[in-house]
């Protein structure tokens, strides 16, 4: 399934994409599963997603994906977890030959990501907006200590993430790059949730970036430090992993190294990121006003 939250007709509502290319359409859930389930979280906290696929089975779509204006795909996650210099060319960029043995995290605030076709806001406070093209992970079972070999079983599926950054503003503290990476609206998600029955996290994933239409990253999964699974192990050691947890799993290196000086996303720029097997999240910059 494509689960997603969105809203449509003056209302907030989940529910599931169905066909494909431009005949995208929307199986509202909400409708057909309230007030057992109310969000996309619900189902994943309480064992609904195969009642959710039940619910698809033999219906049309209630209205085109046109119609619907995209909300992040699970709204208000206890975590958003993000992984740092986890592809092992990146990690070369930084002038690090050596693998490292534990991976980089930070946290990002569900406020800091726009949902897909939403704007990325470039603030007043800074030009150095950039982007970051990853996948990223939702917890379905809860676990903690979870043993590499039962990680993926704990994957509800994924979606994908624009971990946008205000790069000047990730200097600002000794030891975090919190405040670069937490303006509002700064990045983004979706468009949707593909859940881990459609696809196999198991074997590498293609992921490409486009800015304007024009190829900026270009990897699979198999150039990751750590891997899914190994993250989610590393993750559960010190904390509990709950339903709707995100793991935001890292950036492979851009094609082009930045210039000197640097180029910074500006208003009227598109990013594009896409995985064949989920879809593509597509946003435009914005100035703020």
């Given at each position: 399934?494509?689960?997603a939250?969105y809203k449509?007709?003056?209302?907030?509502?989940?529910?599931?994409?169905i066909?494909?290319g431009?005949?995208l359409g929307?199986?509202?859930l909400?409708?057909?599963?309230?007030?057992?389930?109310s969000?996309v979280l619900?189902?994943?906290?309480d064992?609904g997603?195969d009642?959710?696929?039940?619910?698809?089975q033999?219906?049309r779509?209630?209205f085109p994906a046109?119609?619907?204006?995209?909300?992040a795909?699970v709204?208000?996650p206890e975590?958003?977890?993000?992984i740092?210099?986890?592809?092992?060319?990146?990690?070369a960029?930084?002038?690090?030959q050596?693998v490292?043995k534990?991976?980089?995290?930070?946290?990002?605030a569900?406020g800091?990501?726009?949902?897909h076709?939403g704007?990325?806001?470039?603030?007043?406070e800074?030009?150095?907006?950039?982007y970051e093209?990853?996948i990223?992970?939702?917890?379905?079972k809860?676990?903690?200590?979870?043993?590499?070999?039962?990680?993926?079983?704990h994957v509800?599926g994924?979606?994908?993430?624009?971990e946008?950054?205000?790069?000047d503003w990730i200097r600002?503290?000794?030891f975090?790059?919190t405040?670069g990476k937490n303006w509002d609206n700064?990045?983004?998600i979706g468009?949707?949730l593909v859940?881990a029955?459609?696809?196999?996290?198991?074997k590498p994933?293609h992921?490409t970036?486009?800015?304007?239409?024009e190829?900026t990253?270009?990897?699979?999964?198999?150039?990751?430090i750590?891997?899914?699974a190994?993250?989610i192990a590393y993750?559960?050691?010190?904390m509990?992993l709950k339903?709707?947890?995100?793991?935001?799993?890292?950036?492979?290196v851009?094609?082009v190294?930045?210039?000197d000086?640097?180029?910074?996303?500006?208003a009227?720029?598109?990013?594009?990121?896409?995985?064949p097997e989920?879809g593509?999240?597509r946003?435009t910059?914005?100035?703020e006003?």
């Open positions: 399934m494509r689960l939250s449509v007709r003056g209302r907030d509502s989940f529910g599931a994409v066909g494909e431009g005949a929307v199986v509202d909400k409708t057909r599963l309230a007030p057992q389930f969000s619900d189902l994943l906290r064992d997603l009642v959710a696929r039940a619910a698809l033999g219906v779509a209630d046109a119609d619907v204006e995209w909300l795909p709204l208000a975590k958003i977890l993000c740092g210099i986890n592809y092992a060319n990146r990690n960029d930084y002038g690090d050596d490292p534990y991976p980089s995290m930070f946290y990002r569900p800091s990501l726009s949902p076709q704007p990325i806001v470039l603030p007043r800074s030009e150095q907006l950039d093209g990853e990223a992970l939702v917890i379905g809860p676990g903690r200590r979870i043993a590499q070999a039962d990680a993926l079983s509800a994924a979606t994908l993430c624009n946008g950054t205000i790069r600002h503290g000794k975090n790059v405040q700064s990045g983004s468009p949707w859940t029955d459609e696809i196999d996290l198991a994933l992921l970036v486009k800015v304007n239409g190829i990253q270009d990897d699979t999964t198999a150039s990751m750590k891997s899914f190994e993250l993750v559960s050691t010190f509990t339903a709707g947890d995100i793991i935001v799993t890292g950036t492979p851009k094609r190294p930045q210039p000086p640097p180029v910074w996303l500006k009227g720029d598109t990013i594009e990121i896409s995985v989920i593509t999240l946003n910059v914005v100035a006003s």
